[in-house]
């Protein structure tokens, strides 16, 4: 199947005028927020832009040995494959020699991780060269840093994350600098971040953005969040989930959800670059019955975990995989194992209190998969 790669040849000679601003398109610009932009891309105080070719130059003159070379995009979301790195680079060289994107001009970009705060935050503004809408904001996934996996599960007990205010903030401040009208977009937890910012958006802006993409980004616990404002912005959100789905099936979503169609399996799948692409528009495919049982386990486990638990439950955890400024998500199975002994020490040092709640917390979530699919299985399978 087609995936981005053969849609920039198919498409990409065609200016936006010609082949309007599509969902491909704002897949693809999420998936460049990832790249690390600093000290290229002017920040937020300045009014000036750089455009995808210069961008690109400047990347892979600033990465040029080979020891640099694996810099190039600075974080990678924890639940996409070692190939995600070689991709990213690979579509960045395409989308600087393509008519249609070589001249797109970035700015405003803003990375922001904050170890205190728990805040992991990075977005982009893109501006279109003769298309409407003008604009479009790229909110960043999340990293592989435990700070980022940190506050992602902030969204099981807290009314608002770190990252969400920070996205509210940026895309405010974006409306009043820039003139013309808007997209806001984001993969994974920038998927999140892009509904929650569009949401809480005042009536003097909302009506200049005219769309808002989730890409296989969780959704939200509306028993904690107010779901009011995202109802004012519910028909702009267009929520993206591949068949096999195992982050954009978290928590409720706000707006219309389209499954499509992946060529990977599993939390291959969350990886965008494996997603099959037609024309101008992604394969559209059928929820599997996997995302429809981890949905459900989720939901039922929730209720049997109050807020104050979940809370004291997530800082515990986080604790003992030691959450901290060098911390990251290792893909090294020797860094694992020697991470996994420095963790059952630690566990083995917990308070008693704080033992018995992390191995309630866990025999909950153990008991409600087992009844799930233990119903699932006699769903299938009547009278066995």
């Not at 920039?8 to 932009?37: C, K, Q, T």
């Not at 929520?239 to 409720?252: D, K, R």
Request: aromatic share 10%; with cysteine; proline share 4%.
């Amino acid at each position: 199947m087609a995936n981005f790669f053969d849609y920039l040849h198919w498409r990409g000679d065609l200016d936006f005028l010609m082949s309007p601003f599509n969902e491909v398109d704002a897949a693809i610009l999420s998936m460049l927020s990832y790249l690390d932009m600093s000290d290229i891309v002017p920040g937020c105080e300045s009014g000036s832009g750089i455009s995808i070719k210069e961008t690109s130059a400047r990347i892979f003159s600033k990465f040029s040995t080979t020891e640099a070379k694996s810099k190039i995009n600075s974080k990678i979301s924890p639940t996409i494959n070692s190939k995600f790195n070689s991709s990213l680079e690979e579509m960045l060289r395409k989308l600087s020699v393509c008519p249609r994107f070589e001249g797109v001009r970035l700015s405003r970009f803003d990375e922001n991780t904050d170890y205190i705060a728990g805040r992991q935050f990075a977005a982009v503004t893109f501006t279109l060269p003769d298309a409407h809408p003008e604009n479009v904001v790229a909110f960043r996934g999340t990293d592989d840093t435990l700070v980022g996996w940190k506050e992602d599960f902030g969204i099981v007990y807290m009314e608002q994350i770190p990252a969400q205010d920070s996205a509210h903030r940026y895309l405010e401040q974006a409306l009043e600098k820039l003139p013309g009208q808007f997209i806001v977009c984001g993969h994974s937890k920038g998927g999140n971040l892009a509904v929650y910012a569009s949401s809480h958006i005042g009536p003097t802006h909302q009506d200049r953005i005219s769309k808002v993409y989730n890409f296989d980004g969780p959704g939200f616990n509306f028993s904690v969040v107010d779901q009011t404002p995202f109802n004012l912005c519910d028909h702009k959100i267009l929520n993206f989930v591949p068949e096999e789905s195992m982050v954009g099936m978290l928590f409720e979503s706000a707006g219309k959800r389209t499954v499509i169609s992946s060529s990977a399996r599993y939390s291959s799948q969350h990886n965008a670059f494996n997603w099959n692409v037609e024309r101008t528009e992604f394969v559209r495919g059928n929820l599997a019955d996997v995302a429809k049982l981890l949905d459900h386990i989720l939901k039922t486990w929730l209720t049997e975990i109050s807020l104050a638990e979940r809370g004291a439950f997530l800082e515990a955890f986080f604790d003992l995989l030691g959450d901290s400024e060098e911390t990251t998500i290792s893909t090294d199975p020797l860094q694992n194992l020697k991470e996994i002994q420095k963790i059952l020490k630690k566990y083995s040092q917990l308070d008693k209190e704080t033992k018995s709640l992390m191995n309630q917390v866990f025999g909950s979530l153990s008991t409600q998969t087992k009844q799930t699919m233990s119903t699932t299985i006699k769903q299938i399978l009547p009278g066995k």
